[in-house]
C-alpha cells in the first residue's frame, strides 16, 4: 500500500527550539506539501515543492523552512519554535498531474505543542 | 484569489438520515474539485473527484456533482452512518496548479 509516513504522531518542544518535521512517500511523486491545520482555519498551505532541492512559499511561510534534499523526504524545519506554531501539520504528495488526476496522498499528522 | 466556501458545522444527525455539506468555490476557469474525509486522529483521505462540469463523483455511497453554473460541489448521502463521523473538506485544484485550496471543513456528528 503506498503511503506518506510522518515520522512522529505527536511532539512536545520548548519556545525557542529548533525542530524538525520529516515527511518520506514511497510514491515516487514529484511534489510534495506542508500544510498547518487550526480549528476554525482549515488547512493553510505553507511551503510546497515540484521536485529535488525546489521549494516555493505558499500561504503562511513565515517561521518555516524546508529541505528536500532527495525525492521520497521533504522536512518542514521551524527555525525558533514559538508558541503560535502549536498545530497539527499535515505532508502530502501528489504526482505532477497528467491523465487521470488522483490529488493528493496525506500523512496521519504530527501534532506539535510548543511549551 | 481561489477559494472554497464551505457550510459551517458542526452537522448533527441521527443515523440513517440524509446528509448534505455545502460548498461552493471562487476560482477562474475549469479547476478540479475534491472532496476529503478526516476521521479522529487520521490525516485526510480523498473521499471522491470531479474535474469537469456536470462530473458526478461517487465513493462508498457519497456523491457530488460539479456544477459550474452555480460553482458548487454539495455532498450527499442517502443514508448516514455513525462511522461517517469525522470532519469534510471540499477543495479545488486549478488546471496548471499543483496545489489545492481547501475550505475550513465540516464536522459531521451521525447519532446512533
Known amino acids: 500500500d503506498v503511503k506518506v509516513t510522518q515520522s512522529s504522531r505527536y511532539l512536545v518542544k520548548r519556545t525557542g527550539e529548533k525542530v524538525f518535521l520529516e515527511c518520506v512517500q514511497d510514491?515516487?511523486?514529484?511534489?510534495m506539501f506542508w500544510y498547518r491545520q487550526d480549528p476554525g482555519l482549515g488547512l493553510r498551505l505553507i511551503y510546497f515543492?515540484?521536485?529535488?532541492?525546489?521549494?516555493e512559499k505558499g500561504d503562511i511561510p513565515e517561521g518555516y523552512s524546508v529541505s528536500r534534499e532527495k525525492k521520497e523526504r521533504f522536512s518542514l524545519i521551524l527555525e525558533s519554535a514559538s508558541t503560535n506554531q502549536t498545530s497539527m501539520y499535515l505532508c502530502?504528495?501528489?504526482?505532477?498531474?497528467?491523465?487521470?488526476?488522483?490529488?493528493?496522498?496525506f500523512g496521519s499528522g504530527t501534532r506539535l505543542t510548543v511549551v | 484569489g481561489d477559494s472554497v466556501t464551505q457550510m459551517e458545522g458542526p452537522v448533527t444527525l441521527s443515523e440513517e438520515a440524509f446528509l448534505t455539506i455545502n460548498c461552493t468555490y471562487t476560482?477562474?476557469?475549469?479547476?478540479?474539485l475534491f472532496w476529503y474525509v478526516q476521521y479522529p486522529g487520521e490525516g485526510l483521505q480523498l473521499l471522491l473527484k470531479?474535474?469537469?462540469?456536470?462530473d458526478k463523483g461517487s465513493n462508498k455511497g457519497f456523491e457530488a456533482t460539479y456544477r459550474k453554473e452555480t460553482t458548487s460541489f454539495h455532498l450527499e448521502k442517502g443514508s448516514v452512518q455513525v462511522s461517517d463521523s469525522a470532519v469534510y473538506f471540499c477543495a479545488l485544484r486549478k488546471t496548471g496548479f499543483q496545489k489545492l485550496v481547501f475550505g475550513t471543513g465540516t464536522r459531521l456528528l451521525v447519532s446512533p
Open positions: 476560482a477562474t476557469g475549469y479547476p478540479s
Open positions: 510514491m515516487d511523486h514529484e511534489n
Open positions: 502530502a504528495s501528489s504526482l505532477i498531474p497528467a491523465g487521470v488526476e488522483k490529488g493528493y496522498t
Open positions: 470531479a474535474t469537469k462540469a456536470d
Open positions: 515543492s515540484y521536485d529535488v532541492k525546489m521549494k
